[in-house]
């Protein structure tokens, strides 16, 4: 036997490549030599990024004794959790109900033969520490029970699977007095109730993952009703997360998440889809708000996905890795000593400066320091005697400083592995900052980000790629990569009103609901011609990013808007019925549904625009259109009189109004009289309109 792994692409499987452990990637060959065997599979879940996935690699699978009792008694299989998600959650949610609800990366789980889970646990010490067993231990139980209590294995593995298939069935239909607008309101009400009043975020506990999912929701909550404590929480807690060290005060980007209260000591890795639902937050806080502040971020956080994580082909790396040198951090921090030498003579307040970024002698990260906003600009600027626009001048050319000098250090390991659902995330983030903030570079990156995923990432029959490297496609997509490559290409139709954008979206739409729906209306996570799995997982719950069911639920309502097409509604509405009444009960693990619940019942507005995008009267129309927040309008445009083929089908007989330019207003393709000034436009959008009773009216 040998490590089976060099083959691979992923980065995270190659990492373990050189092993003494005998690893198989996940195929059919792994359980045929188990079932040849009749050896137990250990299977190791973790991705490239993750800590304690490398100190569990360093520890036991490179020490050659833990390896050989493995290569003895396992049939090792390593898989890499972001490219295979199906294998990925069906095995987590095996992993919480043995461990009464925790889990985590890595994942260690075993398996019979034929797949059937029967232990499984997180990370394991080589020796017992921790108040956890040593993985050895672990390992020789689990060969003792599956020798010795072999029925009791296999019954306790297929009843496992038995029962999570049931839970996938068991939910039951919820009336239409429960999908209203109460629930959009009872939701909002227990975000706002549970933020924290002190450091931000929608939780007071540790560690704190920022959630932009459910502040998108408070932000459209806002706008829908006029609440200012909704407000309020998302522009409190995006500014401390921004002011913290979970943001790389240097180089923009966001970290994975804060291991205390207040956004300070983050795990250091930067993940690509944060970074994405980020800086859409970001935009739209600024929007809003008008606060110069949140353009920044967003502007840092988007250049530095252009300057650190993009391919030259137009794709976008996955992440960056938490250590380098072999230690978590270390590309980040700094001594006081090292800040010192770097800033001498180039800031003239450079004790002011120390106090803003909150560095001491002591740190606050292992004896370092981890930049932060320790207070406001303002208040250190006068109690130091330093003018306020002398203390920005400071921080500004301090930033620059340091952020050369840091990048002469060894950095951290990017997965330069791509994913269909995390380009489509930033795609949409990029084209909808490019229209917003009129940033033609973003514009450029999110059409060469299309064309990749439409061409490197797509099958001759038009289907997507899960994940692409050094040239090669592969995996079959998940529902969670078709909804997030349609939202990308539909904030890209939005940005550039080029009709092949929208026919891509719409295409890739009908291939989902050829092949992902489910006999009760939702949607599967996995393709009707997939591989065959112990159980078809089907994922409703939003994770570190939004559920696929509550993506393409969006997704199709926002097409119902532009086709008027029944199909795509129904369809979306079905995701709804088949999740129940859970919903309202645990709204905290379902922003994205309900995002797409309040995009339903508020209603959508339908904007048709009928001229030349150079023309001043459009010109000025579509800044009406864009510059405020309108989270329910979809827009289309067409350069002059638009006949019955025009795509998409809102365009179709829309015609300039007496040789000038014009707008549509309509609501389920109904339309008020063209408006042709800017002003009339604003005037119409602005008009709230009318709530729906219920989700199933």
């Not at 009703?225 to 005060?249: C, H, I, N, W």
């Not at 809102?650 to 389920?668: F, H, I, K, M, Q």
Request: hydrophobic share 40%; charged share 25%.
């Amino acid at each position: 036997m040998a490590n089976r792994l060099h083959n691979e692409t992923s980065p995270y499987l190659l990492q373990h490549a050189d092993n003494p452990v005998d690893w198989y990637p996940w195929d059919e060959e792994a359980f045929a030599a188990a079932r040849a065997a009749d050896k137990p599979i250990l299977l190791s879940i973790g991705y490239s990024a993750c800590h304690w996935c490398h100190v569990m690699a360093h520890e036991s699978f490179e020490d050659p004794k833990i390896a050989a009792y493995i290569n003895k008694h396992f049939i090792p299989v390593k898989v890499d959790r972001e490219e295979r998600p199906d294998v990925d959650d069906i095995y987590m949610q095996a992993t919480l109900a043995f461990n009464r609800g925790q889990g985590g990366w890595p994942m260690t789980v075993f398996l019979t033969p034929d797949g059937h889970p029967f232990h499984a646990g997180t990370y394991y010490p080589p020796e017992p520490r921790y108040g956890m067993p040593g993985f050895r231990q672990v390992l020789e139980a689990v060969v003792d029970v599956f020798t010795n209590k072999r029925a009791e294995v296999e019954h306790t593995g297929r009843s496992l699977i038995a029962e999570l298939s049931r839970e996938l069935s068991s939910v039951a239909p919820a009336g239409s007095d429960l999908l209203t607008t109460d629930l959009l309101d009872d939701a909002a009400d227990t975000f706002i109730r549970r933020a924290d009043p002190v450091h931000g975020g929608l939780t007071r506990e540790k560690p704190k993952f920022p959630n932009p999912v459910n502040l998108e929701f408070l932000l459209r909550f806002h706008h829908a009703t006029g609440s200012e404590p909704a407000l309020q929480v998302v522009l409190f807690t995006l500014r401390k997360m921004a002011e913290g060290g979970l943001y790389d005060q240097l180089g923009g980007g966001f970290h994975r998440y804060s291991v205390d209260e207040r956004w300070l000591v983050p795990h250091f890795e930067k993940m690509l889809y944060d970074n994405a639902l980020l800086a859409r937050v970001y935009l739209h806080a600024y929007q809003i708000s008008g606060d110069p502040f949140y353009r920044e971020i967003v502007e840092d956080t988007l250049d530095y996905v252009l300057r650190e994580m993009t391919s030259p082909a137009g794709g976008f790396y996955s992440a960056q890795d938490a250590d380098s040198e072999g230690e978590e951090g270390k590309f980040y921090v700094w001594t006081l000593q090292e800040i010192r030498e770097a800033l001498d003579g180039v800031v003239e307040n450079l004790d002011a400066l120390l106090v803003y970024w909150g560095v001491t002698e002591a740190g606050n990260f292992e004896g370092r320091n981890i930049l932060h906003v320790a207070d406001m600009l303002e208040r250190v600027a006068v109690r130091h005697g330093v003018p306020v626009e002398q203390m920005r001048e400071d921080v500004s050319a301090a930033r620059t400083v340091l952020f050369t000098l840091r990048k002469r250090r060894v950095p951290p390991l990017r997965d330069e592995k791509i994913l269909a659902a995390w380009n489509g995330m930033m795609l949409a983030a990029l084209a909808e900052a490019a229209r917003v903030l009129d940033r033609d570079d973003y514009r450029q990156a999110a059409l060469r980000n299309a064309s990749f995923l439409l061409g490197e990432m797509s099958a001759p029959d038009g289907r997507l790629w899960r994940s692409h490297k050094d040239g090669v496609s592969k995996i079959n997509a998940y529902l969670e990569d078709y909804a997030h490559v349609i939202d990308g290409l539909l904030e890209l139709y939005m940005t550039t009103f080029e009709p092949r954008w929208f026919a891509a979206a719409q295409r890739l739409a009908d291939h989902v609901l050829e092949h992902f729906r489910a006999e009760d209306g939702g949607f599967y996570d996995t393709s009707d011609d997939h591989e065959a799995l112990v159980m078809r997982p089907r994922s409703v719950q939003d994770n570190v990013v939004p559920s696929g069911s509550a993506m393409i639920a969006y997704d199709l309502l926002r097409l119902t808007g532009w086709t008027a097409e029944t199909r795509y509604e129904d369809a979306a509405l079905g995701v709804y019925r088949a999740l129940g009444a859970v919903l309202g009960e645990y709204p905290l693990a379902f922003g994205q549904m309900l995002i797409g619940l309040d995009f339903w019942l508020r209603r959508p507005v339908e904007v048709a625009l009928v001229g030349d995008p150079a023309q001043p009267e459009i010109m000025a129309m579509l800044k009406v259109v864009r510059e405020p927040y309108r989270p329910r309008a979809v827009v289309a445009l067409a350069p002059g009189n638009a006949g019955p083929d025009a795509v998409p089908a809102l365009l179709r007989t829309r015609t300039l109004r007496d040789g000038s330019p014009a707008a549509y207003v309509c609501e389920n393709f109904v339309c008020a009289a063209p408006v042709t000034s800017a002003a009339e436009l604003a005037a119409a959008l602005n008009h709230r309109p009318r709530v729906r009773d219920a989700l199933l009216d």
